[in-house]
Protein backbone atom coordinates (compact mmCIF):
# COMPACT_ATOMS: atom_id res chain seq x y z
CA UNK A 1 0.00 0.00 0.00
CA UNK A 2 1.62 3.09 -1.22
CA UNK A 3 1.12 6.49 0.76
CA UNK A 4 2.38 9.84 -0.40
CA UNK A 5 2.18 11.58 3.59
CA UNK A 6 5.57 13.67 3.30
CA UNK A 7 8.77 14.50 1.57
CA UNK A 8 10.79 13.47 4.70
CA UNK A 9 8.88 10.17 4.18
CA UNK A 10 9.72 9.65 0.49
CA UNK A 11 12.82 8.12 -0.95
CA UNK A 12 14.55 9.59 -3.59
CA UNK A 13 13.82 6.78 -6.00
CA UNK A 14 9.78 7.30 -5.43
CA UNK A 15 10.26 11.19 -6.28
CA UNK A 16 12.22 10.10 -8.95
CA UNK A 17 10.01 7.85 -10.88
CA UNK A 18 7.35 10.25 -10.07
CA UNK A 19 9.45 13.68 -11.59
CA UNK A 20 10.22 11.23 -14.33
CA UNK A 21 6.70 10.20 -15.61
CA UNK A 22 5.03 13.61 -15.42
CA UNK A 23 6.19 14.95 -18.48
CA UNK A 24 4.31 12.35 -20.20
CA UNK A 25 1.24 12.57 -18.23
CA UNK A 26 1.46 16.57 -19.30
CA UNK A 27 1.82 15.66 -23.12
CA UNK A 28 -1.01 12.93 -22.86
CA UNK A 29 -3.43 15.21 -21.70
CA UNK A 30 -6.80 15.35 -23.42
CA UNK A 31 -6.04 12.36 -25.29
CA UNK A 32 -7.55 8.76 -24.36
CA UNK A 33 -4.60 7.82 -22.00
CA UNK A 34 -5.32 5.12 -19.29
CA UNK A 35 -7.66 5.63 -16.78
CA UNK A 36 -6.02 3.70 -13.96
CA UNK A 37 -9.00 4.97 -11.10
CA UNK A 38 -12.21 3.48 -13.81
CA UNK A 39 -15.27 3.20 -11.00
CA UNK A 40 -13.11 4.45 -8.01
CA UNK A 41 -14.40 7.09 -5.60
CA UNK A 42 -11.49 9.37 -3.85
CA UNK A 43 -12.27 11.45 -0.74
CA UNK A 44 -11.26 14.87 -0.29
CA UNK A 45 -11.09 16.22 3.31
CA UNK A 46 -9.66 20.12 3.24
CA UNK A 47 -9.69 21.88 6.82
CA UNK A 48 -8.44 24.70 5.18
CA UNK A 49 -8.66 26.57 2.16
CA UNK A 50 -7.39 25.53 -1.39
CA UNK A 51 -7.68 26.66 -5.21
CA UNK A 52 -5.15 24.88 -6.69
CA UNK A 53 -4.95 22.02 -4.79
CA UNK A 54 -8.63 21.32 -4.23
CA UNK A 55 -9.21 22.27 -8.70
CA UNK A 56 -5.98 20.01 -9.82
CA UNK A 57 -6.76 17.16 -7.87
CA UNK A 58 -10.83 17.10 -8.54
CA UNK A 59 -9.91 17.76 -12.38
CA UNK A 60 -6.60 14.73 -11.90
CA UNK A 61 -8.81 12.53 -10.29
CA UNK A 62 -11.55 12.94 -13.26
CA UNK A 63 -9.23 12.73 -16.01
CA UNK A 64 -7.94 9.35 -14.49
CA UNK A 65 -11.38 7.68 -14.14
CA UNK A 66 -11.98 8.28 -10.95
CA UNK A 67 -14.99 10.27 -8.99
CA UNK A 68 -13.56 12.85 -6.02
CA UNK A 69 -15.66 13.45 -3.21
CA UNK A 70 -14.88 16.77 -1.69
CA UNK A 71 -15.82 16.97 2.19
CA UNK A 72 -15.65 20.14 4.08
CA UNK A 73 -13.89 19.05 7.61
CA UNK A 74 -16.34 21.20 9.24
CA UNK A 75 -19.39 19.37 7.50
CA UNK A 76 -18.73 15.90 8.52
CA UNK A 77 -18.31 14.77 11.92
CA UNK A 78 -14.77 15.04 12.28
CA UNK A 79 -15.57 18.65 12.51
CA UNK A 80 -17.60 18.18 15.72
CA UNK A 81 -14.59 15.75 17.24
CA UNK A 82 -15.16 12.46 15.52
CA UNK A 83 -11.94 10.89 16.02
CA UNK A 84 -9.39 10.62 12.88
CA UNK A 85 -9.30 7.29 13.32
CA UNK A 86 -12.52 5.96 13.39
CA UNK A 87 -13.59 8.45 10.40
CA UNK A 88 -10.26 6.68 8.86
CA UNK A 89 -12.24 3.62 9.18
CA UNK A 90 -15.40 4.30 8.16
CA UNK A 91 -13.84 5.91 4.64
CA UNK A 92 -11.90 3.29 4.05
CA UNK A 93 -14.67 1.17 3.66
CA UNK A 94 -16.08 3.06 1.26
CA UNK A 95 -13.70 5.57 -0.92
CA UNK A 96 -10.55 3.74 -2.72
CA UNK A 97 -8.14 6.66 -1.75
CA UNK A 98 -8.10 9.90 0.56
CA UNK A 99 -6.62 13.48 0.13
CA UNK A 100 -6.44 15.23 3.37
CA UNK A 101 -5.39 19.09 4.26
CA UNK A 102 -5.39 19.71 7.57
CA UNK A 103 -3.63 21.11 10.76
CA UNK A 104 -1.36 18.50 11.65
CA UNK A 105 0.67 15.84 10.47
CA UNK A 106 0.02 13.25 12.86
CA UNK A 107 -3.78 13.36 11.22
CA UNK A 108 -2.74 12.74 7.92
CA UNK A 109 -0.21 9.82 9.46
CA UNK A 110 -3.19 8.42 11.67
CA UNK A 111 -5.14 8.45 8.59
CA UNK A 112 -3.10 6.30 6.82
CA UNK A 113 -2.73 4.14 9.33
CA UNK A 114 -6.30 3.36 9.86
CA UNK A 115 -8.30 3.68 6.84
CA UNK A 116 -6.08 0.84 5.09
CA UNK A 117 -6.04 3.09 1.20
CA UNK A 118 -4.08 5.23 -0.16
CA UNK A 119 -3.73 8.83 1.59
CA UNK A 120 -2.21 12.08 0.20
CA UNK A 121 -1.22 14.87 2.20
CA UNK A 122 -2.27 17.78 0.26
CA UNK A 123 -0.50 20.41 2.96
CA UNK A 124 -0.74 20.09 6.70
CA UNK A 125 1.26 22.42 9.47
CA UNK A 126 4.57 20.52 8.89
CA UNK A 127 4.78 19.99 4.58
CA UNK A 128 2.98 20.63 1.70
CA UNK A 129 4.57 17.05 -0.39
CA UNK A 130 2.49 17.54 -3.74
CA UNK A 131 3.92 21.16 -4.10
CA UNK A 132 7.37 20.31 -3.34
CA UNK A 133 7.12 17.47 -6.36
CA UNK A 134 5.46 19.53 -8.42
CA UNK A 135 7.88 22.68 -8.08
CA UNK A 136 10.73 20.49 -9.02
CA UNK A 137 9.31 18.82 -12.17
CA UNK A 138 8.66 22.63 -13.09
CA UNK A 139 12.20 23.78 -12.22
CA UNK A 140 13.53 20.32 -14.40
CA UNK A 141 10.73 21.52 -17.31
CA UNK A 142 12.65 24.66 -17.85
CA UNK A 143 16.09 24.54 -16.58
CA UNK A 144 17.24 20.73 -16.73
CA UNK A 145 18.27 18.72 -13.65
CA UNK A 146 17.95 19.45 -10.04
CA UNK A 147 21.35 17.97 -9.15
CA UNK A 148 23.72 20.67 -8.27
CA UNK A 149 21.24 23.36 -8.88
CA UNK A 150 20.96 26.19 -6.24
CA UNK A 151 17.38 27.22 -4.61
CA UNK A 152 16.90 29.88 -2.55
CA UNK A 153 13.98 30.26 -0.11
CA UNK A 154 12.91 33.50 1.01
CA UNK A 155 10.32 34.65 3.89
CA UNK A 156 8.99 32.32 6.52
CA UNK A 157 11.54 29.78 6.74
CA UNK A 158 9.72 27.95 9.05
CA UNK A 159 6.75 26.83 7.62
CA UNK A 160 5.30 23.65 5.58
CA UNK A 161 6.75 24.79 1.99
CA UNK A 162 10.31 25.30 3.28
CA UNK A 163 10.45 22.33 5.20
CA UNK A 164 9.13 20.19 2.80
CA UNK A 165 12.32 21.97 0.56
CA UNK A 166 14.49 21.02 3.13
CA UNK A 167 14.04 17.45 2.60
CA UNK A 168 14.15 17.30 -0.17
CA UNK A 169 17.32 18.72 -0.96
CA UNK A 170 19.33 16.13 0.80
CA UNK A 171 16.98 13.17 -1.07
CA UNK A 172 18.12 15.07 -4.96
CA UNK A 173 21.18 16.55 -4.34
CA UNK A 174 20.73 20.39 -4.74
CA UNK A 175 21.92 23.05 -2.06
CA UNK A 176 19.21 25.08 -0.34
CA UNK A 177 19.16 28.23 1.40
CA UNK A 178 16.99 29.46 3.27
CA UNK A 179 17.03 33.37 3.97
CA UNK A 180 14.61 34.30 6.87
CA UNK A 181 15.19 36.38 10.28
CA UNK A 182 16.49 34.19 13.02
CA UNK A 183 12.70 33.85 14.81
CA UNK A 184 11.40 32.63 11.31
CA UNK A 185 14.47 30.03 10.33
CA UNK A 186 13.97 26.00 10.63
CA UNK A 187 14.24 24.18 13.64
CA UNK A 188 17.93 22.75 14.21
CA UNK A 189 17.45 19.44 14.84
CA UNK A 190 15.00 19.68 11.80
CA UNK A 191 17.99 20.56 9.77
CA UNK A 192 19.85 17.97 11.16
CA UNK A 193 17.64 14.66 10.66
CA UNK A 194 17.26 16.09 6.93
CA UNK A 195 20.87 16.63 6.10
CA UNK A 196 21.81 17.90 3.05
CA UNK A 197 23.42 21.24 1.86
CA UNK A 198 20.90 23.86 3.19
CA UNK A 199 22.56 26.90 4.36
CA UNK A 200 19.93 29.09 6.29
CA UNK A 201 20.89 32.73 7.01
CA UNK A 202 19.59 36.00 7.54
CA UNK A 203 21.54 37.40 5.30
CA UNK A 204 18.96 37.90 2.25
CA UNK A 205 21.54 38.96 -0.13
CA UNK A 206 24.16 36.30 0.28
CA UNK A 207 21.27 33.86 -0.04
CA UNK A 208 20.08 34.70 -3.38
CA UNK A 209 23.89 35.63 -4.77
CA UNK A 210 24.71 33.45 -8.05
CA UNK A 211 21.07 31.36 -7.13
CA UNK A 212 19.34 29.08 -10.47
CA UNK A 213 15.84 29.63 -7.93
CA UNK A 214 14.81 32.29 -5.91
CA UNK A 215 11.01 30.88 -4.22
CA UNK A 216 8.87 32.29 -1.83
CA UNK A 217 5.51 31.48 0.16
CA UNK A 218 3.24 33.95 2.15
CA UNK A 219 4.71 35.43 5.73
CA UNK A 220 1.25 34.37 6.99
CA UNK A 221 0.20 30.93 6.58
CA UNK A 222 -2.95 29.41 6.96
CA UNK A 223 -3.65 28.86 10.77
CA UNK A 224 -1.30 31.85 11.40
CA UNK A 225 -4.02 34.50 10.87
CA UNK A 226 -3.63 36.10 14.90
CA UNK A 227 -0.03 36.63 14.31
CA UNK A 228 -0.77 38.33 11.06
CA UNK A 229 0.17 42.57 12.35
CA UNK A 230 3.70 40.74 14.12
CA UNK A 231 4.62 38.79 10.93
CA UNK A 232 4.24 41.37 8.62
CA UNK A 233 6.21 43.65 10.50
CA UNK A 234 9.26 41.17 11.57
CA UNK A 235 9.49 39.61 7.93
CA UNK A 236 9.61 43.19 5.73
CA UNK A 237 12.53 42.93 3.89
CA UNK A 238 12.66 39.26 3.33
CA UNK A 239 10.69 40.22 -0.39
CA UNK A 240 11.49 38.91 -3.48
CA UNK A 241 11.81 42.20 -5.54
CA UNK A 242 14.15 43.50 -8.61
CA UNK A 243 17.25 44.35 -7.31
CA UNK A 244 17.21 40.90 -5.15
CA UNK A 245 16.79 39.01 -8.54
CA UNK A 246 20.13 40.87 -9.96
CA UNK A 247 22.39 38.98 -7.26
CA UNK A 248 20.83 35.70 -8.60
CA UNK A 249 22.29 33.61 -11.59
CA UNK A 250 21.46 35.87 -14.80
CA UNK A 251 17.76 34.12 -16.13
CA UNK A 252 17.17 32.42 -12.88
CA UNK A 253 13.53 31.30 -12.50
CA UNK A 254 11.36 33.21 -9.90
CA UNK A 255 8.81 30.95 -8.41
CA UNK A 256 5.83 31.36 -6.03
CA UNK A 257 4.00 28.33 -4.60
CA UNK A 258 0.57 30.95 -4.42
CA UNK A 259 -1.19 32.77 -2.98
CA UNK A 260 0.79 35.58 -3.65
CA UNK A 261 0.74 38.98 -1.50
CA UNK A 262 2.00 41.65 -3.55
CA UNK A 263 4.04 44.52 -1.57
CA UNK A 264 4.67 41.66 1.23
CA UNK A 265 6.80 38.21 0.13
CA UNK A 266 6.88 39.83 -3.66
CA UNK A 267 7.05 42.74 -5.46
CA UNK A 268 4.51 43.57 -7.99
CA UNK A 269 6.35 44.03 -10.99
CA UNK A 270 8.65 41.02 -10.32
CA UNK A 271 5.69 38.96 -9.63
CA UNK A 272 4.02 40.34 -13.18
CA UNK A 273 7.55 40.30 -15.13
CA UNK A 274 7.76 36.26 -14.09
CA UNK A 275 4.23 35.07 -13.81
CA UNK A 276 4.61 32.66 -16.67
CA UNK A 277 6.94 30.53 -14.75
CA UNK A 278 4.59 30.92 -11.79
CA UNK A 279 1.17 30.22 -13.81
CA UNK A 280 3.00 27.17 -15.38
CA UNK A 281 4.18 26.16 -12.03
CA UNK A 282 0.11 26.37 -10.71
CA UNK A 283 -0.56 24.41 -13.74
CA UNK A 284 2.14 21.42 -13.06
CA UNK A 285 0.06 20.85 -10.08
CA UNK A 286 -2.06 18.71 -12.01
CA UNK A 287 -0.33 16.78 -14.16
CA UNK A 288 2.45 16.34 -11.50
CA UNK A 289 -0.46 14.75 -9.17
CA UNK A 290 -1.84 12.87 -11.80
CA UNK A 291 1.15 11.25 -12.01
CA UNK A 292 1.10 10.71 -7.77
CA UNK A 293 -2.31 9.38 -8.56
CA UNK A 294 -1.10 6.85 -10.99
CA UNK A 295 1.96 6.00 -8.80
CA UNK A 296 -0.08 5.18 -5.44
CA UNK A 297 -2.42 2.65 -7.71
CA UNK A 298 0.67 1.31 -9.43
N1 LIG B 1 -0.25 26.37 -3.50
C1 LIG B 1 -1.39 25.83 -2.98
O1 LIG B 1 -1.40 24.77 -2.34
O2 LIG B 1 -2.50 26.56 -3.25
P1 LIG B 1 -3.95 26.35 -2.61
O3 LIG B 1 -3.85 26.71 -1.16
O4 LIG B 1 -4.84 27.29 -3.38
O5 LIG B 1 -4.36 24.92 -2.78
N1 LIG C 1 2.57 28.12 3.74
C1 LIG C 1 1.29 28.32 3.12
C2 LIG C 1 1.18 27.55 1.85
C3 LIG C 1 -0.06 27.83 1.06
C4 LIG C 1 -0.15 27.00 -0.18
C5 LIG C 1 0.18 27.95 4.08
O1 LIG C 1 0.31 26.96 4.79
O2 LIG C 1 -0.82 28.69 4.14
Not at 92 to 112: C, D, K, N, P
Not at 134 to 152: L, N, Q
Not at 268 to 277: L, M, Q
Amino acid sequence: MRHLLSIEGMSAGDMREILDATPAVKRGRGTAGPRPLEGQTWAMIFAKASTRTRVSFEVGLHELGGRPLFLNAGDIQLGRGEPVKDTARVLGRMVHGTIIRTYGQQEVEEFAEYSRIPTINALTDAEHPCQILTDIFTIEERAGAIAGKVVTFVGDGACNVPISWIFAAAKLDFELRIAAPAAYQPDRELLQRAGGRVLVTDDINAAADGADVLYTDVWVSMGREAEAAHRLQELTGYQINNALVKRAKPGALVMHCLPAYRGKEIAEDTFEAHAKTIFDQAENRLHTQKAILNWLVS
